[in-house]
């Protein structure tokens, strides 16, 4: 077959703009899964301390104590996987920064 018939370079890969599967994955689907876990897992959380809130606490307590592991793979979960953000200051203001934290 031609690679321009078929979207590919020569190489097999797909040229930049081409998918192999242009259906895709619709967009906002893995957002909206995290999303409605969170949702889930929270509505449970708040049964299960609707009596006492503080055995919400607790259980966090516990797990931290008893399985750190799986208490830092929890919070893993739950944070975003990546973090976009601009910083902008001049060389100098980066330095002063710096220096302001030797002074604690």
Known sequence: MNPETTGRKQDGTFAKGISGNPAGRPKGTRHR???TFLDALLADFEKACAD???????AIQMMRLE???EYAKMIA???PKEIEGTITATLGEALDALGDDDDD
């Open 77 to 79: 979960s739950i944070l």
């Open 33 to 35: 899964l995290g999303e």
């Open 67 to 69: 399985k750190p592991n």
């Open 52 to 58: 006492d809130p503080s055995q919400g606490a607790l």
